[in-house]
T-cell receptor, first 112, second 115 residues
Framework: DTGVSQDPRHKITKRGQNVTFRCDPI?????LYWYRQTLGQGPEFLTY????????KSRLLSDRFSAERPKGSFSTLEIQRTEQGDSAMYLC??????????FGPGTRLTVL | AQSVTQLGSHVSVSEGALVLLRCNYS??????LFWYVQYPNQGLQLLLK??????LVKGINGFEAEFKKSETSFHLTKPSAHMRDAAEYFC?????????????FGTGTRLLVSP
């Protein structure tokens, strides 16, 4: 059990560019979650997968955001045409059929 | 719907003093409650969780929390603070163990520990 990993840890981009983040969950965890955390706030739910199926998306997830989990293992979160308001820490978590979500270290996005 | 309120964005204690971080919840169903800790530029680490079993829950690093349904509270305590406890603490609630388990977090409490 190596824990949840995220790549990259930091990303600086210019407004209008596209970015993609990757999350590798704990092996055999069938649930994967994305959260966003802005400065001074708690994490806010973005979306959730059970295996490869995306079961719910928050209204925070605008049309510029898309998430995939093609084979039920790793997941990617893409932001198109980034805006300065997208600057945040993007956290990934995974869980099995229990009630505990295990979080990765996060990807910190800065949009200039 | 679920929500969490954490009273006090900052709490300062001296090393060796009692730590008390407050969390009140609102839930339309029996809640599952969690405390997570976040160190600078890191993800969240689970401290402890309440899942409808014992109301007094013991976690890692000497922390514990008590679920009080009548007060809708789940306050986090530690008898004696250490410098290494300085971090951000988040209380969170979910609707239960089965099916979809979105976590709803509070805004966090930063714990400052002075020598």
């Amino acid at each position: 059990d190596t824990g949840v990993s995220q790549d990259p840890r930091h990303k600086i981009t210019k407004r209008g560019q596209n970015v993609t983040f990757r999350c590798d969950p704990i092996s055999e965890h069938n649930r994967l979650y994305w959260y966003r955390q802005t400065l001074g706030q708690g994490p806010e739910f973005l979306t959730y997968f059970q295996n490869e199926a995306q079961l719910e998306k928050s209204r925070l997830l605008s049309d510029r955001f898309s998430a995939e989990r093609p084979k039920g293992s790793f997941s990617t979160l893409e932001i198109q045409r980034t805006e300065q308001g997208d600057s945040a820490m993007y956290l990934c978590a995974s869980s099995s059929n229990t009630d505990t979500q295990y979080f990765g270290p996060g990807t910190r996005l800065t949009v200039l | 719907a679920q929500s969490v309120t954490q009273l006090g964005s900052h709490v300062s204690v001296s090393e060796g003093a009692l730590v008390l971080l407050r969390c009140n919840y609102s839930s339309s169903v029996p809640p599952y409650l969690f405390w997570y800790v976040q160190y600078p530029n890191q993800g969240l680490q689970l401290l402890l969780k309440y899942t409808s079993a014992a109301t007094l829950v013991k976690g890692i690093n000497g922390f514990e929390a008590e679920f009080k349904k009548s007060e809708t509270s789940f306050h986090l305590t530690k008898p004696s603070a250490h410098m290494r406890d300085a971090a951000e603490y988040f209380c969170a609630v979910s609707a239960g163990p089965t099916g979809f388990q979105k976590l709803v977090f509070g805004t966090g409490t930063r714990l400052l520990v002075s020598p």
